[in-house]
């Protein structure tokens, strides 16, 4: 007297076959209980049947004979295509050639199974629903990462806003309370210079001036960098201004090429430009080692491009992908939060830093022509 069955691990499998002859249906189930798949198969001979069948019942793979009367196991992947289904779609035909089993398979379907290798059958179930297991976790896998990484856009963006917001603030409060009471000390100092005629005392108010006169510049100074109302007077303006300051600053010699003397850019890719072009002569300063710099500034073929190149010993790529380089990653969000991109190229000879900008995408966004069209900045200077 046998047991009952030992029980199997295998997972229980509903197939929808696709099958005119019942003979063939039988021959399939057959081959599935000597397999020992736990599975249950449902039988439709037409088209209509078939995608009755899986708009009302779920299957976990599709069985379907190339040849049947009047259509062709091809057009039931059509419909399982147009029904936007992800379900494994084996076919098991008698006879298909070569030329139709590949094609079969570059449109699309899981695998093909000749009826005269009916001993396979299990296998092939099982490695068609295992493959298509793998790729929807994929899916699944590769929707979440894209998500995350739209999560992680619009916390960088979120970043650089407040970053910003908290630059005008900081600046502000330098102009309103730092250079206010800096500006009144020079005024008293001023008034007891005026009524003062003792020479040591003189000397001293001339050092407390020149010592004065350095903190109102430094003050200055730190509240562009902050805050640069220079980009009231355009992007050119900034740009020479920036030119300027690190030529004082460093003693190398800087080249500003434009297109023009006036650029008619927004005012949110204005400042991407001048934090992009701050940034790239900082880091010449900090690790070039270079005798020279250029910058080419143009507008032309509506895209705002700016470049910044210097000569010096320039940067491997590693140093470019490090984890740390979070000067060029910044740089790079800017860039894509105005519909652009950044590009960094290096070698012996130098780095450029190439910014590039559509003015007419970013223009035709009416959330960035909202920012374009912001209050600029006060251009309220110290005494």
């Known amino acids: ?26 021959l399939v189930k057959f081959a599935l209980q000597r397999s020992q798949l736990a ?5 439709v001979d037409t088209v209509d ?9 779920h299957y976990d793979i599709v069985l379907a004979d190339y040849h049947l009367p009047g259509f062709t196991g091809m057009d039931a992947w059509d419909v399982v295509r147009e029904m936007k289904l992800e379900i494994p779609f084996v076919i098991l035909s008698g006879a298909i050639g070569e030329t139709a089993a590949v094609d ?4 699309g379907v899981s695998d093909y199974l000749l009826k005269d290798s009916m001993h396979r059958l299990s296998h092939v179930i099982a490695r068609a629903i295992e493959i298509s297991e793998t790729r929807r976790a994929k899916a699944a896998a590769d929707a979440e990462l894209a998500e995350s990484r739209r999560r992680l856009a619009e916390l960088a963006e979120h970043l650089q806003t407040s970053i910003e917001q908290e630059r005008a603030d900081i600046a502000r409060e330098i102009h309103d309370d730092i250079g206010g009471a800096l500006a009144a000390v020079k005024l008293d100092l001023a008034w007891v ?8 005392i003189q000397r001293h108010l001339g050092s407390a001036m020149e010592m004065l006169q350095h903190a109102l510049g430094a003050s200055q100074r730190i509240m562009m960098n902050l805050r640069p109302p220079i980009l009231d007077q355009g992007l050119v303006a900034a740009v020479l201004w920036l030119a300027a300051g690190f030529e004082r600053r460093t003693g190398l010699r800087v080249i500003v090429r434009r297109s023009s003397e006036t650029l008619d850019v927004p ?8 934090r992009t072009a701050q940034e790239a002569l900082t880091n010449v300063s900090k690790h070039a080692e270079a005798g020279a710099v250029d910058i080419d500034l143009s507008d032309r073929e509506g895209v705002l491009t700016l470049e910044v190149s210097d000569n010096g010993k320039g940067l491997d790529a590693q140093a470019l992908r490090k984890a740390k380089s979070f000067g060029l990653l910044g740089l790079r969000e800017r ?4 519909g652009g991109w950044l590009d960094v190229s290096s070698s012996p000879k130098g780095t450029s830093v190439i910014l590039s900008v559509p003015l007419q995408t970013f223009s035709s966004n009416p959330d960035n022509a909202a920012k374009a069209g912001e209050e600029p900045h006060d251009q309220g200077d110290f005494v």
Not at 1 to 24: A, C, N, Q, Y
Not at 49 to 57: H, V
Not at 267 to 274: D, G, P, S
Not at 335 to 338: E, H, I, L
């Open 1 to 26: 007297m046998s047991g009952p069955p030992e029980p199997t691990d295998k997972p229980f499998v509903r197939i929808l076959h696709l099958e005119d002859s019942r003979v063939d249906h039988a």
């Open 39 to 43: 599975s249950e198969v449902v039988l």
């Open 49 to 57: 049947d078939f995608r009755r069948e899986l708009q009302t019942a």
């Open 104 to 107: 079969a398979m570059h449109r």
């Open 193 to 200: 210079g005026r009524r003062e005629a003792d020479d040591e």
């Open 267 to 274: 005012r949110e890719v204005q400042l991407v430009a001048y």
């Open 335 to 338: 860039a894509a939060k105005v």
